[in-house]
C-alpha cells in the first residue's frame, strides 16, 4: 500500500539502479499518485537540477547550432557536393538529432519518471538505439572512402562517386534501423517476461546476456576494429607519400598535380581520422565501464561524454577545414541568399 512505512523496492531508471527509500519522517512520492502501481519518484536536490538542465540545455543547443551549420553548408553549396561530404553531411544529422533528443534523456536520467507512456517510451529507446549505431555506420563509411582515396586514388573516381555514397548511406541507415527495431522489441519483451518489479512511470529495456554480447559485437568490437585497421593502413601510405612528395620538393623536381592532390587527401584523411579517434576516445570508456562499473552516478556522467562527441565534431570541421569557416561566415551574415551564392568558389588554397 502507498501509506505503508518502511523500505521501497529499488527502481530502475535511466538505464541504471537509483535506490529510492521511505523514511519515518519523509513522506514517499510517487511518479503517479492515482495509479497502484505507479514507481517511486526520486528526490534530487534544486541545485542539482537547475545544473543539469542548464548543462544539457547549452549542450543540446550547441550540438543543434553547429551541426545546422554543416548541413546547410554542404546541403547549399554546390563545390561540396562530392562522395565525402556526403558522408560527413549524414553524419551531421546524426548529430543534429541527438542535440535534439539530449534534452529527452535528461528528463529520463533526472527525474526518474517517465511521463510520456509506454508506446513513446519504446520509440524513444529505438531512436536513440538507432542514432548511437549509425554515428559508427557513418565513421565506418567515412574510413572506407578515405582508404580507397588515398590507397587506390587511380580507382576512387570510378568506384566512389555521390549516387554510390548515397546508395551506401541510405543502405547503413537502413540496416541499422532494422538491427534496432529487432534489438529494442526483443528486449522490452524480454524486460516484461523476467522482470517482477516493473511499475508504471519507467522507461528503460533489461539487455539479456545474450543480447548484450550481440550488440556489443555488432555495434562497437566489429566496426572499430574495421576502422582502426583501414586507418592503420591509411596513415602508412599517407607516410610514404608525404615522404616522397617532399624528398621530391628538396631536390627542386617539379611536384605533379597528382602528386599534390594525393598530399590533399592524405591530408583530408588525417582530418577524419581525428573524428574517429575523438569518437573512440568518448565511446570506449562509456563501453568498459558499462560492463564493470555499477554506480548509476558514474555511467550516467560518463554516458553524456557520448553525447557531447556530437557537438564536438563540428569544431573539427572549424579547425581544420577552412571552408567550413568561410561557409558559416557567409550563412551566418547571409549572404547565401544572394543570387547564385550556392556556386561560389569557397576553397581558397585547399581543396577536400
Known sequence: ?????????????????????????????????????????????????????????????????????????????????????????????????????????????????????????????????????????????????????VCHPLLYTQKITITKMLTSICLCWACFSTYCTTFVIDNRNFDTSHRTDVCYGECLVMISLSWLVIDLFMSFIFPCTLIILLYLRIFYVVHQQVKVINSLMKRGKCVTEGSVKRKSESKAALTLGIIVSVYLLCWIPYCICSLIVNSSTALNVIIWTVYANSGVNPLVYALFYPWFKKTGKLILTLNILQPASSVINIFTQNKL
Open 1 to 149: 500500500m502507498k501509506g505503508q512505512k518502511g523500505e521501497q523496492n529499488k527502481l530502475l531508471t535511466g538505464g541504471d539502479s537509483l535506490m529510492a527509500y521511505e523514511t519515518e519522517d519523509q513522506e514517499t512520492q510517487y511518479c503517479f499518485p492515482d495509479i497502484n502501481s505507479s514507481c517511486v519518484k526520486g528526490r534530487r536536490s534544486s541545485n542539482g537540477y537547475i545544473i543539469i538542465y542548464v548543462f544539457v540545455s547549452l549542450l543540446s543547443a550547441w550540438t543543434v547550432f553547429l551541426n545546422l551549420l554543416v548541413i546547410i553548408s554542404i546541403s547549399h553549396f554546390k563545390k561540396l557536393h562530392t562522395p565525402t561530404n556526403m558522408i560527413i553531411l549524414s553524419l551531421a544529422v546524426n548529430d543534429l538529432l541527438v542535440g535534439v533528443v539530449m534534452p529527452v534523456e535528461a528528463i529520463r536520467m533526472t527525474e526518474t519518471c517517465w511521463y510520456f507512456g509506454d508506446t513513446f517510451c519504446g520509440l524513444y529507446l529505438f531512436f536513440v538505439s538507432l542514432l548511437l549505431a549509425a554515428s559508427l555506420g557513418n565513421l565506418l563509411l567515412i574510413a572506407v572512402d578515405r582508404y580507397v582515396a
